[in-house]
């Protein structure tokens, strides 16, 4: 996951796309009136708190919550598609100093989460920290291709998509039927690694290496770039999401019932397995519902609400920062989980706040050294 600013103004407008409102039921006709980086916004973030909240079982008890570790790969998934959206409406309307954006928009957050890992792990669980050269590896996010770990823990995900921004150039000269089978590959080579996790145990794509991952899982990302298209092509590419979150959790379920066939259990696999296939249908749903009747249908001056555009523009840091905070709390003895998630918001947003006010100084002082070169005579 990265960050894509809430309503940046190098993206495609909704009146970029071919109206479909056939595809809105009528009472779901209201997330057409938000605009559609707002509506991004706040779905990013309940990803992102998914999967927050997912590590946070690693420090204290998630009673009411542990839920939530059924659907965090497909939050993952979610991520994924929103920030193939986001990447192709953006360099379709702005191509030119793309990966520049990227760098600025990308680098600043993940270099602190480098620096609060850092400090976690040596000086909290005072742990060897891995040296230098591994360090610069994950620095240049060739994480996952060099290693099978990431320094930072979610940015596994975070190295895959820049790998993808690094192919977005040539992904957007590609013909939409070739976009598909890239699609159709990946998926495919996905369906056969989860039989090889389940066979073979083979390694969750955190702990994958050698770029395994850009084959097995950009099929989310690519997905969600195609619904950046204009014109008819948007609908073929919003069939097929639906088409791949739908065969994605049939495929799991079908999965979880040869097991626990082979094992001659299938009685619990009604009553074990088949809620967490349900929350995993139902979270992915509602990620296509965003988009198939808000997103790619918002009216051209849809208006959104800026705290919700805020929550997107937390839910980057939220997502790196949130398991060295987890550390550093529960070293301090902290045992409540209201704590732990106030603590790595408040992280989150801190972060942001001290990357903004940054950012405002560097536009001062670049404009400052300009004004007084202009000013020099010969200048």
Not at 68 to 96: C, K, M, N, W
């Given at each position: 996951m990265s960050f894509t600013p809430s309503n940046p103004n190098d993206t495609a407008?909704?009146?970029?796309?071919?109206?479909?409102?056939?595809?809105?039921?009528?009472?779901?006709?209201?997330?057409?009136?938000?605009?559609?980086?707002?509506?991004?916004?706040?779905?990013?973030?309940?990803?992102?708190?998914?999967?927050?909240?997912?590590?946070?079982?690693?420090?204290?008890?998630?009673?009411?919550?542990?839920?939530?570790?059924?659907?965090?790969?497909?939050?993952?998934?979610?991520?994924?598609?929103?920030?193939?959206?986001?990447?192709?409406?953006?360099?379709?309307?702005?191509?030119?100093?793309?990966?520049?954006r990227r760098v600025r928009r990308i680098y600043p957050v993940y270099l602190l989460s480098m620096a609060l890992t850092w400090y976690a792990t040596a000086w909290v669980l005072k742990q060897p920290v891995p040296g230098?050269?591994?360090?610069?590896?994950?620095?240049?996010?060739?994480?996952?291709?060099?290693?099978?770990?990431?320094?930072v823990g979610p940015a596994w995900s975070l190295a895959l998509e820049c790998w993808l921004y690094l192919l977005t150039p040539w992904l957007a000269r590609a013909e939409g039927r070739r976009l598909r089978d890239l699609v159709i590959v990946s998926f495919v080579a996905y369906l056969a690694y989860t039989v090889m996790r389940s066979m073979l145990d083979w390694p969750y794509y955190s702990g994958l290496g050698y770029g395994g991952n850009l084959l097995v899982l950009s099929f989310a990302w690519v997905?969600?770039?195609?619904?950046?298209?204009?014109?008819?092509?948007?609908?073929?590419?919003?069939?097929?999401?639906?088409?791949?979150?739908?065969?994605?959790?049939?495929?799991?379920?079908?999965?979880q019932l040869a097991w626990r066939i082979k094992h001659d259990a299938v009685s619990l696999f009604f009553s074990d397995d088949l809620v967490p296939a349900a929350l995993k249908a139902l979270l992915l749903f509602l990620v296509y519902t965003v988009f198939a009747c808000g997103v790619l249908q918002a009216r051209p001056k849809a208006g959104g609400a800026r705290w919700l555009n805020r929550l997107g523009d937390v839910s980057y840091p939220l997502f790196l920062m949130h398991i060295p905070v987890f550390i550093v709390l529960a070293q301090a003895g902290w045992k409540s989980r209201t704590m732990y998630v106030l603590g790595a918001l408040a992280t989150a947003c801190l972060s942001l706040a001290l990357l903004y006010a940054a950012h405002a100084v560097w536009v001062r002082l670049t404009r400052t050294m300009s004004g007084q070169l202009r000013r020099r005579p010969g200048a």
């Open positions: 407008t909704p009146s970029d796309h071919p109206s479909g409102n056939d595809l809105a039921p009528a009472r779901l006709t209201w997330l057409t009136e938000l605009d559609p980086w707002a509506l991004l916004a706040a779905v990013r973030f309940v990803l992102a708190g998914v999967v927050a909240v997912n590590h946070l079982g690693d420090y204290v008890p998630l009673g009411a919550l542990a839920w939530v570790q059924a659907v965090t790969f497909e939050a993952i998934l979610g991520f994924l598609l929103i920030s193939g959206y986001a990447i192709g409406a953006s360099y379709r309307r702005s191509p030119d100093g793309f990966i520049g230098f050269g591994e360090l610069l590896i994950n620095l240049l996010l060739l994480n996952q291709v060099f290693t099978t770990t990431s320094f997905a969600g770039f195609r619904l950046a298209q204009p014109g008819p092509a948007l609908l073929v590419a919003l069939a097929d999401v639906r088409l791949l979150f739908a065969a994605h959790v049939m495929w799991g379920a079908a999965l």
